[in-house]
């Protein structure tokens, strides 16, 4: 069973469990790469895929789809208190350049097959992106009436030139999303709104590979609150708090409750501590 940490993050049983499961991942690196260890909502995940969690790789996209169905699951026991909150798949960026492709993109990642949760009841969408050997998350606030670039990166870079017009192209579509649905209300304001890099204290030019479980810890704790009161539990440069997510994100998605192949990963893991 999936459990909230002490510090917010998802958490698989013990920390050494949750090593074993991270340990099982890495082995035989060469071998069993396209065994499924995730599967739910027409997410499927391969143990290379999750591989690619640890350093030196750049993430493959289907390890953050699944922790968007996970996020998604959760958000169904959130406190009344905290914004609802929707959790898409990734986007590419080459997938957008024409209009009508990319309309069909969000809607595909808003439509995926999670249907528990209807994206147009929340107060936040939260969009991965996947740019070229980097990934970072547009966070679209409804009921603020804003969006949000949420980058790890602190490449002295101007926004045009680092995301080009995809912030603006993804507040767009999901404007259009709406007005096909008859929700026009909902997002009159949201046009005007110019999308807005947030600027982090922990953001880090150096961390080149770091980026994609970055992005998934952000993508978890960002409930639109003002930066101050946002506590991700990372800092520059620290290491071991990454490493640790690491281990933790591999555990929460292999036994996963929505993961409708947990009980053989759990076999599998068991068996491998032995």
């Known amino acids: 069973m999936i459990v909230a940490g002490f510090d917010g993050c998802l958490e698989v049983g013990s920390k050494q469990a949750r090593c074993y499961a991270w340990k099982w991942v890495l082995?035989?690196?060469?071998?069993?790469?396209?065994?499924?260890?995730?599967s739910g909502y027409n997410v499927l995940v391969e143990r290379g895929d999750l591989q690619t969690l640890s350093t030196g790789h750049h993430i493959s996209p289907p390890v953050v789809d699944a922790w968007s169905v996970i996020l998604n699951h959760k958000e169904l026991f959130r406190s009344v208190a905290s914004p609802?909150?929707?959790?898409?798949?990734?986007?590419?960026?080459?997938?957008?350049e024409e209009e009508a492709d990319a309309f069909k993109v969000v809607c595909d990642a808003l439509e995926y097959g999670w249907s528990l949760t209807n994206p147009c009841d929340v107060d936040m969408i939260l969009f991965p992106v996947m740019q070229h050997r980097w990934c970072y998350c547009i966070c679209v606030n409804l009921k603020g009436n804003r969006v949000d670039i949420l980058d790890s990166s602190s490449a002295g870079v101007a926004k045009i030139?680092?995301?080009?017009?995809m912030p603006n192209v993804v507040r767009d579509m999901?404007?259009?999303?709406?007005?096909?649905?008859?929700?026009?209300?909902?997002?009159?304001?949201?046009?005007?709104?110019?999308?807005?890099?947030?600027?982090l204290e922990w953001r880090d030019s150096t961390a080149v590979f770091d980026y994609g479980v970055i992005t998934m810890r952000?993508?978890?704790t960002y409930t639109g609150q003002a930066l101050k009161r946002w506590?991700?539990?990372?800092?520059?440069?620290d290491e071991k708090a990454v490493n640790a997510l690491w281990t933790k994100y591999c555990a929460a998605i292999v036994e996963s409750d929505v993961n409708e192949?947990?009980?053989?990963m759990r076999h599998l893991v068991k068996h491998f501590s032995r």
């Open 27 to 38: 082995s035989k690196q060469d071998v069993d790469r396209n065994d499924i260890v995730f």
């Open 84 to 96: 609802a909150r929707f959790f898409a798949k990734t986007i590419t960026c080459g997938e957008m």
């Open 161 to 165: 030139d680092k995301y080009d017009k």
């Open 174 to 199: 999901v404007v259009e999303y709406f007005k096909s649905k008859g929700l026009d209300g909902r997002v009159e304001k949201l046009t005007a709104q110019e999308p807005k890099r947030l600027q």
């Open 218 to 220: 952000h993508i978890e």
């Open 231 to 237: 506590d991700c539990g990372l800092k520059k440069g």
């Open 261 to 264: 192949v947990k009980d053989k």
